[in-house]
């Protein structure tokens, strides 16, 4: 499988009165064509910036450094280096990596149809007419089943239910059948039956589009029915990387480790991650050495709160950022 995004060194910070904070570190992954790359973490681990940061659609103080890499046919483009408001990234976006969101009423303005904005979504980045876009609009409400789509093209965002919408914002984002979908927990707004009707869906059109997809959520069970390959965040690192059967199977990392542990088990809900103690610090004051020391059960005073380990490459499938596998300065 050929490469399609290719992120190396991706760091992102905040300028703030109070200075300025990293919220991602040293960030390292591939997206190769057909793959579902599953992003994990707890809220505030990075997840989403890390989708904004290859979309380059962050807040004004915000700045990137590394590459992001989008293979692009024959041409390699770095976006980190293309001009954020320019014509060359506004190709990009939506049309070659779309992104769909948590929210989906937050996505559609309530005063257009979510006809029109599918027309507009098209001709912004296709030349041709609207009513050639509108027949393109409608085909796309059928893909994604929505019942009636005759009726819903001419309806307003408000007039639609959560699952409703969401399948009209998977619609829109494939319209330009892009390479590379983002979906950012795509189905934690809704309940859990039509969670499940809209990660078939997903998984569906992925396969009739070869689409590649970065799959970001902070539910396990999720990611499992979803991903080729996990990475799992933590405080702004990739701590673990492997392929969903090896992560599942043989989890290295302790961080990892506790969070499959919180999977509900024989029926019992746990709502919160009960098996690791203490809070995620906070971001502004970060914790030296090993960012997970302050929480992890495999603590090692004078290692792990000095130094920060290396990523370890245990297997061509599975690296892990932790000193129980090596990766000390003094390796190498
Ligand atoms: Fe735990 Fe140390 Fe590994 Fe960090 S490096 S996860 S603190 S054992
Ligand atoms: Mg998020």
Redesign the pocket.
Known sequence: MENVLEVINLETSFELTEGSIKVLDNINFTLKSNEILGLIGESGCGKSVTALSILQILPRNAKCNGKVLFYNGKKIINILELNSKGEEIRQIRGNEISMIFQEPAASFSPVYTIGEHMVEAITLHKNISEKLAKEKALEMLEKVKIPDPKKIIDAYPFELSGGMLQRSMIAMALLCNPKILIADEPTTALDVTIQAQILYLIKELQKEFHSSIIFITHDLAVISQMADKIAVMYLGHIVEEADVFEMFKNPL???TKALLDSIPKYGVRKTRLETISGVVPDPYNLPKG?R??TR?N???EGL?DVQQ?KVVEISENHKVK???YGGTNDER
């Open positions: 990392h302790p961080y090993c997970f020391h992890c495999k603590f090692m792990c380990p932790c000193f129980l």
